[in-house]
């Protein structure tokens, strides 16, 4: 049985943890309008390079000579992925549903007899699966969007990674992120980057007609060349932009429930301690009273 | 004149611009090129420079881009750049130190491919750089 003073000692302590815990859980939800205003406004520039990006490689579909980073090196025997993390914790199963999914896809390929390299980025990553797969890492960023994510950080990153695919380090990379599905759901996403899955266009509508027109300047290999190291970045970019946004939203959920199981621990500790408040009470009246008794 | 462009500046950010207007002159990569309503369907890429746009046959703004490309369709002109400034809006003091930056790598640069990507900023710089001048002219 705790005694009185053990009783106010932990009310108070959850009563702190429980102010913390809502700040976050603030802070989260300002971060995440944030995050989730500029993923909105990267869309535009990600949704019409894709679309040039169909055009071009519809026309040049079945050609040989296509870029490598379209076309891949023709082998796939050595797989690098990316793992996108963050670098704080406290927001529930983020992390971790990333981690154990990349866990998955790194024991599948290799039962499949195909080598893994990783690259991380986010601290938590890293140090989770630095244990198990510690001599897989070939690269690790921390920090990454700090003070607010901008392009230049994702081509930093995109071009390290086309320049080690140059160098043939490996044959396959894709990347691995949270997908904002919405403030309480994150989807685990596995994104193939190299080679560049090219987007369908749909036959019948009006985007065909117009590809059969199309000028290019200087020339369409040449502008195909110049596009896929670019649009790398930008699938970058969009992971990370995605990647922050679904750990602002986890986080929020991860401290309001927090939050809210604070408020019932103090209920439940404040009943407890009116009790044996009352208790010690009725003891000591019992007490005064059987004294006055006997005298 | 009959009809209007619908311009479109798109940085990896966010939108940056996006109206009807009368003519967009861009820095293609084989040479400016005007595009007017009913331009033929195009796809090219952009050379650093300076995109002006123009109403009623005066320049009415006129946007810095370091590269990136531009599509021309039956809908109007996107632009997709990388960086875009509004020449109204060079700070004349982030020139110098964007052309000393683009030096110095060249400089410092180690490989063959470190140097392309210097020399291909300090272009960029002197871009930003005649940009800048013009806008003071």
Redesign the interface.
Request: glycine share 4%.
């Given at each position: 049985m705790p005694s009185l003073k053990d009783l106010r000692v932990r009310i108070n302590s959850v009563k702190s943890t429980r102010k913390i815990t809502s700040a976050m859980k603030m802070v989260a939800a300002s971060k995440l309008r944030r995050a989730q205003a500029a993923a909105e406004q990267a869309r535009p520039y990600a949704t019409r390079m894709e679309r040039m990006l169909g055009n071009l490689a519809g026309s040049l579909a079945g050609q040989s000579g296509a870029p490598r980073l379209l076309a891949g090196t023709g082998g796939d025997d050595v797989h690098l992925i990316v793992v996108v993390t963050s670098d704080r914790s406290l927001c529930g199963g983020f992390n971790s549903s990333i981690v154990r999914r990349a866990r998955a896809t790194v024991a599948e390929l290799q039962r499949s007899g195909k080598t893994v390299k990783l690259v991380t980025i986010g601290r938590k990553g890293r140090d989770q699966l630095k244990r198990d797969h510690g001599a897989l890492f070939i690269d690790g960023y921390e920090n990454v969007g700090r003070k607010g994510l901008t392009f230049g950080e994702a081509r930093e990153i995109g071009e390290k990674i086309i320049e080690r695919f140059e160098a043939g380090e490996f044959d396959v990379c894709t990347v691995l992120y949270n997908r904002f599905r919405s403030v309480i759901a994150q989807e685990v996403t596995l994104q193939q980057l190299i080679p560049f899955p090219v987007p369908e266009v749909e036959t019948g509508s009006a985007v065909p007609v117009l590809k059969a027109t199309y000028e290019y300047e200087p020339s369409e290999e040449a502008i195909l060349a110049d596009l896929l190291p670019r649009n790398l970045s930008v699938q970058v970019f969009r992971a990370l932009i995605e990647s922050f946004a679904s750990e602002q939203g986890a986080r929020m959920t991860a401290m309001d429930n927090a939050t809210r199981n604070a408020g019932e621990m103090i209920n439940s500790l404040t009943v407890r301690y009116n009790r044996t408040r009352q208790a010690q009470i009725t003891t000591e009246l019992t007490e005064i009273i059987s004294g006055a008794e006997a005298l | 004149m009959a009809g209007k462009v619908q311009f479109?500046l798109?940085?990896?950010?966010?939108?940056l611009f996006s109206e009807p207007v009368d003519m967009v002159v861009v820095p293609?990569?084989?040479g400016d090129f005007g595009a007017l309503p009913q331009h033929?369907?195009?796809?090219?890429?952009m050379r650093p420079g300076v995109i002006d746009v123009y109403e009623a046959g005066v320049v009415t703004n006129r946007i810095f881009v370091a590269g990136g490309?531009a599509?021309v369709?039956?809908e109007g002109l996107?632009v997709?750049a990388?960086e875009a400034i509004p020449v109204a809006d060079i700070d004349p003091q982030s020139i110098s130190t964007r052309l000393k930056a683009a030096e110095r790598a060249i400089e410092e640069a180690d490989s063959d491919?470190a140097r392309a990507e210097a020399e291909r900023s300090l272009a960029v710089a002197k871009a930003f750089e005649a940009a800048a001048e013009g806008a003071a002219v």
């Open positions: - | 479109e798109v940085s990896p950010e966010r939108l293609g990569s084989e033929a369907p195009m796809l090219t890429s490309f599509e369709t039956e996107t997709l990388e491919r």
